[in-house]
């Protein structure tokens, strides 16, 4: 007994994230369902030095461990300068010192769990002959898209904007479930040439990997990861919605007390929160049509400002309450909340759905312009603000102003149907990761393929 002790306490995974907030969330929720499917695993998550700092009021599990390599990326605080400079350093500067990590470590790793668009670590992995899991951290939709990207047609240059936004990729190329992908997504999409380069070599080589673990569930995107599953040659695991576990378990206390004390007095669906994630670059004139926007609406808001929240609070104090920070999904789920006006990242829609709160969509860029039109085109839980920009691009404050009030009518035909899907969607949630749903099925499943060895690097398509 005492060495099989010893062998299942040897257990070990290593995890590697995309250092970016909308990365490690959602590699830090599957490190947790790991460890509490499996008590004798512990978990190595690699993160830059700075990382480190930043994860230091996050609450882990004993056996969920932080390690650190040199901070050999710009800064967090400033990619937003150069966006294709930070990368490139991800690219090329992130993978030797991880490799010198792996070395070093006690332990070796059953698995490297890592972020899809870490495109060196499959190569890492086979090197030591360790089974790398790539996890995506976006829409399986827009996983889809990426992986069939030799199958874009060219986008015609004489069409218009508008022409582009009505024809789908689903109509151009032989591949089903991309009616949310636009040909005027195509366009924007070619333009970031950088990322687009990488992400063409992810694609080109995910099916080294040697299975591919989704975010998403099987009841929110059934069409799309039914057809990946049919085009990778490794498994497949959908076993979202990868998010911390509150809004699914009910534990809804907000621990600001600020926050707190402001929304329990507030009327039962009556604020719009406000947030576009912890990484949005907008416009001042865009940025102070929102603000006029919410103002004229008259309906109360609740808004993630970061370094703009005193004066917004300064000056709109008395339509809301204006906040560099707050715990979202807390929030979300507080009965005061009945709307959310968001860039869309994956994260924010994916906890958004659990809370079961209608989304007013605001996307800036990358797979947000995808996961807007599933909001509101295919799951119509919400509305899509992208198609109300004029021509210099901006959405003006009216427009804004009439969409905050249509989704926070809860009397109106509209309303009251998104609510009912948003219902439907948020017991999905819940449902899939509860014993016997399709996400805990699909997680044991893995759990199970990768201790009896149906992940081993040999067996992996070369």
């Excluded at 999904?329 to 968001?342: D, R």
Aim: glycine share 8%; hydrophobic share 40%.
């Amino acid at each position: 007994m005492a060495s099989l002790a010893a062998a299942e306490e040897a257990r070990h995974v290593v995890a590697l994230p995309y250092p970016g907030r909308g990365h490690i969330n959602p590699m830090l929720a599957v490190c947790r369902l790991l460890v509490a499917a499996d008590g004798a695993l512990t978990v190595t998550v690699v993160v830059t030095e700075e990382w480190h700092t930043l994860l230091a009021s996050t609450t882990l599990p004993d056996r969920v461990r932080l390690a650190t390599i040199p901070n050999v990326i710009p800064s967090e605080r400033g990619r937003g300068a150069d966006h294709a400079g930070f990368i490139d350093a991800v690219y090329h500067k992130m993978g030797g010192p991880v490799e010198r990590l792996l070395d070093r470590l006690e332990r070796r790793p059953e698995a490297v769990v890592a972020d899809t668009y870490l495109t060196w670590a499959v190569a890492v992995g086979a090197r030591r002959g360790i089974p790398v899991c790539s996890l995506w951290t976006q829409p399986a939709t827009f996983f889809l898209a990426l992986y069939h990207f030799d199958l874009w047609p060219p986008v015609d240059g004489r069409a218009s904007e508008q022409e582009l936004s009505i024809r789908t990729l689903e109509e151009t190329v032989p591949v089903p479930c991309l009616s949310s992908v636009r040909l005027s997504d195509l366009k924007t999409f070619r333009a970031w040439e950088r990322p687009m380069e990488i992400s063409a070599e992810t694609f080109a080589n995910i099916h080294r990997a040697q299975c591919v673990l989704f975010t998403s569930f099987h009841e929110l995107e059934p069409c799309a990861i039914d057809a990946i599953a049919g085009s990778l040659p490794c498994p497949v695991y959908p076993v979202g919605p990868s998010i911390p576990q509150l809004a699914l378990d009910g534990d809804d206390k907000i621990l600001h007390e600020e926050h707190r004390g402001w929304l329990d007095a507030q009327p039962e669906n009556s604020v719009l929160y406000v947030s576009f994630g912890s990484f949005v670059a907008m416009s001042p004139s865009q940025f102070e049509e929102i603000a006029m926007g919410l103002r004229d609406s008259g309906v109360r808001f609740f808004w993630v400002a970061r370094d703009k929240a005193a004066d917004l609070q300064e000056r709109y104090g008395d339509k809301g309450l204006a906040v560099p920070w707050c715990e979202q999904q807390k929030v979300l789920c507080h009965p005061s909340v009945g709307g959310f006006l968001s860039h869309c990242g994956w994260n924010s829609v994916l906890e958004a759905v659990c809370a079961g709160v209608p989304l007013l969509a605001f996307p800036v860029g990358w797979d947000q312009l995808v996961n807007a039109r599933m909001v509101a085109d295919e799951w119509k839980v919400g509305i899509n603000l992208r198609e109300q920009r004029g021509r210099d691009g901006t959405v003006g404050r009216a427009a804004i102003s009439a969409a905050v009030r249509k989704l926070m009518d809860f009397d109106s035909e509209v309303g009251q149907e998104m609510r009912r899907r948003d219902a439907e969607l948020r017991h999905a949630s819940g449902s899939a990761v509860k014993e016997g749903g399709s996400s805990h099925r699909s997680f044991s499943g893995f759990l199970r393929d990768l201790a009896d060895g149906k992940l081993d690097v040999t067996e992996s398509p070369q």
